[in-house]
């Protein structure tokens, strides 16, 4: 191992600045997942320090948040803001970025869920002398009217990075090294007992649900071909939820809700399918959590197909909600191709292995 000192191990820094909840301080998205996930699979290995907002450490395990300094600011996730909040909110993610490079004693910070904001924070200030890791859930920015700016923006933070790390097998950067790693580990004891539940004649949509996803579209195709969906996720505009109840046939449930993770992965394993509409323009080239954890537990994605084979998993994937008919539906699913990738892709030793190389400065092999 590439040691400070001789006996000294090196010491990372896992930060996350953005402290994402609700209304009720409930954190939302993937976060503390992704922390808890990544920092057992380092702890071992490596010293670790993590910062983070105080929502985000009370839903992650507590092995990654013992000794945790809490960050100040938090982002309360909402159906309608104001400019002003809008600036508000960016502002307190610089405060919490310069936050953790004032008051880490690592030399080495990993930010394990970023976003633009970020990229701009290394673009006008540097790295501070910090060698700088980022994982990345999208390879840059390709559309809407600010795209161009936005995208040499990205590419100038590169250059204050030591290394992407990419959830994405199809991801390129331009100014960066970078490494394949997913999401999630795939974990034995943890997915077995949820992918032996027994499947419901039933379609699923589950997570955040943000502008970002065609949720009418959606509500719209399955109440015309009578499947049986189930929406469960939490919806910050009420009005939005109002309208799509209003329009959805007698087997489309939608439920406004944070899932405990129990209740998250019982739900995703008693389904026959996961539906991700998420618009092609801006998740046709990022991940999903919710897609790694379906290959999981032997539930079929639906979803354009550009998200399908860029994140290169198997499933029904169409180019317009008019193709996701009932006949493709109750098509058989080969499941062979999902236990390869638990086995390969997701290999939990795998991905520690590329992250030991990763953080000791060897080539990695991801």
């Excluded at 010491?11 to 057992?40: F, T």
């Excluded at 250059?159 to 394949?180: D, E, H, T």
């Excluded at 699923?204 to 502008?211: D, E, K, L, P, R």
Aim: glycine share 6%; aromatic share 12%; hydrophobic share 40%.
């Amino acid at each position: 191992m590439d040691e400070k000192t001789s006996g000294e191990k090196i010491v990372i820094c896992m930060a996350e600045y953005q402290g994402r909840c609700d209304e009720e301080g409930v954190a939302v998205g993937h976060a503390p997942k992704v922390l808890s996930a990544y920092h057992s699979m380092i702890s071992e290995a490596f010293e670790t320090e993590v910062f983070a907002p105080r929502c985000v450490l009370k839903a992650s395990s507590a092995e990654s948040t013992k000794g945790a300094k809490v960050l100040r600011h938090h982002i309360v996730m909402k159906g309608h803001n104001s400019l002003f909040a809008k600036i508000a909110n960016k502002m307190r993610m610089f405060a919490n970025i310069r936050s953790v490079f004032l008051h880490t004693k690592a030399d080495k910070i990993w930010f394990f869920n970023t976003e633009f904001y970020l990229m701009l924070y290394l673009a006008l200030f540097g790295n501070k002398g910090k060698e700088i890791y980022c994982t990345m859930f999208l390879d840059g920015y390709h559309g809407g009217p600010v795209a161009k700016l936005k995208q040499k923006i990205f590419e100038r933070a590169q250059k204050r990075m030591k290394c992407v790390i990419s959830s994405g097998p199809r991801f390129a950067f331009k100014n960066a090294s970078q490494v394949f790693l997913p999401d999630y580990p795939y974990e034995e004891a943890v997915y077995t007992p949820y992918r032996k539940y027994p499947k419901d004649e039933v379609a699923v949509c589950i997570g955040t649900m943000g502008a970002e996803k065609e949720i009418e579209e959606l509500v719209e195709c399955f109440t015309q071909n009578g499947y049986p969906l189930h929406i469960t996720g939490r919806f910050y505009d009420k009005e939005r939820l109002a309208r799509l109840r209003a329009v959805a046939g007698h087997r489309v449930i939608i439920t406004d809700a944070n899932l405990s993770n129990e209740e998250y992965l019982k739900m995703l394993g008693s389904a026959h399918f996961v539906v991700l509409p998420y618009r092609p323009g801006q998740y046709g080239t990022q991940t999903s959590g919710v897609l790694q954890e379906a290959v999981f537990l032997d539930t079929v994605p639906i979803s354009y197909t550009k998200v399908l084979e860029n994140n290169q998993v198997p499933g029904i994937g169409f180019e317009s909600w008019e193709e996701v008919t009932r006949e493709r539906l109750f098509a058989l699913q080969d499941m062979e191709d999902y236990a390869k990738l638990r086995q390969e892709v997701y290999s939990r030793e795998r991905m520690k292995e590329v992250l030991k190389k990763v953080f000791t400065n060897e080539t990695p092999t991801g």
